[in-house]
């Protein structure tokens, strides 16, 4: 069996009194997208920087490529290409420069890096950028931008640190064609994203951390199939003419009562529909759709915002 590129046991990592990671366990294998999903503070963004060894680990075991983050640090980050949160490019340098300068980061020979560049402008859609500055590009250029530059030195491993925060749903969508097309010529993916559909769209396995802690782990089909039913249906009542919750018992494997609306959480969504109709309640509208990884994350994490 091939070996996993990340290995992490009882992996923890403590800020002075408060524990940001809080001894997980996971594997991410060669060649697959790997998710990270949790709110604010979760965790995601200090095991990420463990495992691109620029944070060290406080207790517990973490290998990247088999090697140790403290002892081999500067060998396992030759092998990483890392997109972090803020792109942290040169905008008064052209978009040619800051991928020939990152380029010589790696010691790579010049000619070497032109070919390179060749190719990643090409990747990234940005050839007729080439020899502009980066300060007036759009938000999704600079994100494409900062995806090729993580490419420059051919790694082994790319870690995307909420890749799409920030951008319109058309640069989103266009970042995600770039990152399936890596996923298909084999490229092993660590995400972390608060966007379920990133994750339902990319990922092949994740883990939802909340508190330092992971508390499910899977792919997101199997995800859903564990922890939520197969149809939602959404209900809007009159705020004068909400329902008893007695009025409402046993419609649905899993009832959530919002401000603005209630959730049956059930299997057979016609079914329920039909008992809807003989308990004549006072329904202003109603929406059936199928279950999502934000419906399993909201389960899982819950609904209050953190700050």
């Known amino acids: 069996?091939?070996?996993?590129?990340?290995?992490?046991?009882?992996?923890?990592?403590?800020?002075?009194?408060?524990?940001?990671?809080?001894?997980?366990?996971?594997?991410?294998?060669?060649?697959?997208?790997?998710?990270?999903?949790?709110?604010?503070?979760?965790?995601?963004?200090?095991?990420?920087?463990?495992?691109?060894?620029?944070?060290?680990v406080t207790a517990g075991n973490l290998t990247v490529f088999g090697l140790d983050p403290e002892a081999d640090g500067a060998r396992i980050r030759a092998r990483l290409g890392s997109v972090p949160q803020d792109n942290l490019l040169d905008t008064e340098l052209t978009v040619f420069e800051n991928?020939?300068?990152?380029?010589?980061?790696?010691?790579?020979?010049?000619?070497?890096?032109?070919?390179r560049i060749d190719e990643l402008l090409a990747f990234a859609h940005l050839e007729e950028r080439r020899d502009d500055l980066v300060d007036p590009l759009s938000g999704g250029m600079k994100r494409r931008l900062t995806i090729a530059r993580a490419l420059i030195n051919q790694p082994d491993l790319i870690l995307l640190?909420?890749?799409?925060t920030g951008l319109d749903p058309q640069a989103r969508?266009?970042?995600?064609?770039?990152?399936?097309?890596l996923k298909r010529q084999g490229v092993t993916l660590i995400i972390t994203t608060h966007y379920m559909d990133e994750a339902e769209q990319l990922c092949d396995r994740l883990v939802v951390m909340d508190n330092g802690k992971i508390v499910a782990e899977?792919?997101?089909?199997?995800?859903?199939?564990?922890?939520?039913?197969?149809?939602?249906?959404?209900?809007?009542?009159?705020?004068?003419?909400?329902?008893?919750?007695?009025?409402?018992?046993?419609l649905a494997k899993r009832i959530e009562s919002l401000p603005d609306r209630t959730l049956l959480y059930t299997d057979n969504a016609d079914a329920t529909l039909v008992d809807l109709t003989e308990r004549s309640l006072a329904i202003e509208s109603t929406i059936v759709r199928r279950s999502t990884l934000e419906d399993v994350f909201l389960r899982l994490t819950g609904r209050s915002l953190i700050d």
Do not use: C
């Open 218 to 250: 899977g792919s997101p089909r199997s995800l859903i199939g564990r922890f939520a039913t197969r149809d939602v249906v959404e209900l809007r009542f009159s705020l004068d003419m909400q329902p008893a919750e007695s009025e409402l018992e046993g």
């Open 1 to 56: 069996m091939t070996e996993p590129l990340v290995r992490a046991s009882g992996l923890t990592k403590r800020f002075g009194d408060f524990t940001a990671v809080d001894d997980v366990d996971f594997v991410v294998n060669p060649g697959e997208v790997f998710g990270f999903l949790g709110p604010n503070g979760a965790g995601k963004s200090s095991t990420m920087k463990m495992i691109g060894a620029v944070s060290p």
């Open 161 to 164: 640190d909420e890749p799409t």
């Open 99 to 115: 991928l020939f300068i990152y380029g010589r980061y790696f010691d790579l020979p010049k000619a070497v890096i032109r070919e």
């Open 173 to 181: 969508h266009a970042l995600w064609d770039r990152l399936y097309r």
